[in-house]
C-alpha cells in the first residue's frame, strides 16, 4: 500500500526540499523529475527510481500506473501539495518521480573515436546547463563536464529546461580544473588526440575554419566572465563566432548548440 500524504508533515518537507535545498539533494543524492517526457526519459534510460508521488484525488492513466511500477516507494498525496511541487497553482501533475543521483564518475563519458564533448566551466544558470544538456543529446555530444564552482545539474530548472536530456546525455561534476585535466591525459594516453576547443569573442580562428571532425572536448565560459585563466591557458585552439551587429557575446546556451551544431554539420559532411 502506498504512503499517504494530505498535509505538510515532515515527510513532505524532506521532498519539497529537494527542490529548494541544494545542500539538501547534494547530502541525499536524490532529485525531483517533473514531466512526461522527462520521467519517460528518466525510466527509458534505466535511472533508478526511489519514489513515485501520485495524485490521490483523480484516476491514474495507464502511463502513470506503469510509471508507477518503475519506483521502490509510492506515496499518494493530495492534489493541493502535489500543486506545491510542481509550482502549478491551479493544477496538479499526475505523477512526479524522486531519482536517484548517479556518481560523478568520468568514466560514464564515452570516449569513440568521434568524441564530442563539453565543459561548461562555473555556470551560474541552471537553466543553461539544462539547454547545453538537450543540444548535445540533439546534435550527437558525448557528455558535459561542469566545473568549478557552479550552478547545479540537478536543480529543478536545469531538469525541467533539459526536457528529459539529462538522462540520455552524461553530466559530470568536477569541483575544479585538475581532475578533468587528469581525465584528458587518460584519454590522450590510450591514442585518442582529445583537442580543447576553447571559445571565446576574440578567438584565433572563425568556428566554420575549425576542424571539428577530430575528436573535441569544447569549452564554455561562465554566463558573465566567460572562460577562468586556466582554461584559457589549457587551451590548444580558441574559436570565435564573428559577430556583426552591436552584440559582443551571445548567451553561454547559445554560443555551445552553435559550436555543436557545426560539429554536426562537418561531421555528417564527411
Known sequence: MPLRISSRNSRFQLIEALLHNRNRRLRDGHFLVQG?????QAIAHGWTIETAIFNAQRKLSSWAQEALSSASESIAMSAELLAELSGK???AP?????AQ???DDFARIPTPEDFLGMVFDRPTQPGNIGAILRSLDALG???LIVSGHAADPYDPKSVRSSTGSLFATPVVRAASQGP????VSGIRSTGLPVTLVATDEHGDVDVWDYDFTQPSLVLIGNETVGLSRGWREAADVTVRVPMRGSASSLNASNAATLMLYEAARQR???
Open 101 to 103: 543521483m548517479p556518481d
Open 89 to 91: 497553482d491551479d493544477e
Open 94 to 98: 499526475e505523477l512526479i518521480l524522486i
Open 180 to 183: 578533468v585535466q587528469d581525465w
Open 36 to 40: 512526461v517526457r522527462p520521467i519517460n
Open 141 to 143: 555530444g558525448h557528455g
Open 268 to 270: 555528417a559532411a564527411r
